[in-house]
């Protein structure tokens, strides 16, 4: 009988002690801080670019992420933000790329996230380079995996976000 209530409690533990004490969640990333947070939660209220790195040592990826925080002012302007990301992995390629004062904030991301978004290259275990464009809620409204021939990379970011920054976005719930 004391075996049998043993049982029982365990398996009303178990239960609890997960919801005591929540897992890291793999679809977070990671600010420049180091705090975790959604991708939603980047910018609430603007619309957002996602530059996705393939790593601290991508100097197309860097000189991308230059270029667009010397048209800082016209992103104000337009009433949207800029942001990179890249992958987590141990934490240094995040912190690497903010301490070179590019202007533009580089958060980190794991392997399932980019995967999430189409973004991962698993025989390589990397990113696939491209932008993500989120809606003023959030939402990931446009994704562009991998280099666009013949396209200036600016001019289609410059593009989407002026594009989202004059749509109306309702945040919140559908019903």
């Known amino acids: 009988m004391v075996r049998f209530i043993g049982i029982i409690l365990l398996a009303v533990a178990l239960p609890l002690q997960s919801w005591a004490s929540p897992q890291p969640d793999p679809a977070a990333i990671t600010a420049p801080s180091g705090k975790k947070l959604a991708l939603s939660h980047v910018a609430p209220g603007y619309p ?11 100097a197309t990826c860097i000189a991308q992420l230059e270029s ?10 337009i009433g949207a933000r800029v942001i990179g990301l890249v992958y ?32 991962w290259t698993a025989h390589r275990a990397e990113p696939t380079p ?5 809606d003023r809620c959030g939402r990931v409204i446009d994704t ?6 013949g396209v200036s ?19 919140g719930l559908l019903i």
């Open 48 to 58: 957002v670019a996602v530059i996705v790195l393939k790593g601290d040592w991508c």
């Open 68 to 77: 667009l925080a010397h048209h800082q002012r016209v992103i104000d302007t």
């Open 88 to 119: 987590e992995g141990d934490g240094r390629a995040r912190q690497k790329l903010n301490d070179l004062s590019i202007g533009l904030p580089v958060f980190g991301a794991t392997e399932h996230l980019f995967g999430i978004l189409g973004f």
């Open 130 to 134: 491209g932008i993500i464009f989120l």
């Open 144 to 149: 562009h995996p991998g280099r666009t021939p």
């Open 153 to 171: 990379q600016n001019a289609l970011i410059f593009r989407n976000l002026m594009d989202l920054a004059e749509k109306p976005s309702k945040c």
